[in-house]
Structure formats: structure tokens, C-alpha cells
Nanobody, 114 residues
């Protein structure tokens, strides 16, 4: 059974940084394109970054240059380094396979506020 556990969220001031982690079971990160998503209050879930099975990465325009996706295949863990955070980055962040429609974890809440 595929399961994702996200962690690392919290309250941070604008301009600050956070590093999110995603631990997975039932799926091998080395074989899939994996992604980070977020859902802000009252908005639809959106993909913010993905990393392919060979390590290529891509980002939504809204986070490009500020966020970095990475993974450690030996630990089957994925990360999202978030720098220069803005209030509009406030959301619950989730990890999953790219294009996923199910098997969502509980996510981790990121709040950017002064």
C-alpha cells in the first residue's frame, strides 16, 4: 500500500526558509516522477515542483528560483527546500507521484506570516 508522510512545516516569517520532507512506503522514488503539491485555503491543489526518475527537476513559475526539490533514493525520501518564503506560499504541502489522484497523505502546513 502506498503511503506518504510529509513533515517539516511550520510558521515562518516572510523571507524565511523551511525544508519539507516526504517519507514514502509502497513506492520507490527511483522509479517514478515524484512531485510536491500545495493547497492554499479556498484554492485547488496545485503542483509546485517535480523530480523525474533520472533526477531532472521542474518548478511552477510562482516558486522558481526559490524552491528546490531533491530526493535521497537510499532513504526513499524527498525534500523541498523553500527559501525567500512569501505569505502567498501559505498552504498545506503534499508529496505524491506526479499526476496522482489518490493516496494523499495528511500533508504539512506551512504558514508564512509576520
Amino acid at each position: 500500500q502506498v503511503q506518504f508522510v510529509e513533515s517539516g512545516g511550520g510558521l515562518v516569517q516572510p523571507g524565511g526558509s523551511l525544508r519539507l520532507s516526504c517519507a514514502a512506503s509502497g513506492v520507490n522514488f527511483a522509479y517514478y516522477t515524484m512531485a510536491w503539491y500545495r493547497q492554499a485555503p479556498g484554492k485547488q491543489r496545485e503542483r509546485v515542483a517535480f523530480i523525474t526518475s533520472v533526477g531532472n527537476t521542474a518548478y511552477a513559475d510562482s516558486v522558481k528560483g526559490r524552491f528546490t526539490i531533491s530526493r535521497d533514493t537510499t532513504k526513499n525520501t524527498m525534500y523541498l527546500q523553500m527559501n525567500s518564503l512569501k505569505p502567498e506560499d501559505t498552504a498545506v504541502y503534499y508529496c505524491n507521484k506526479n499526476g496522482a489522484t489518490n493516496n494523499w497523505g495528511e500533508g504539512t502546513l506551512v504558514t508564512v506570516s509576520s
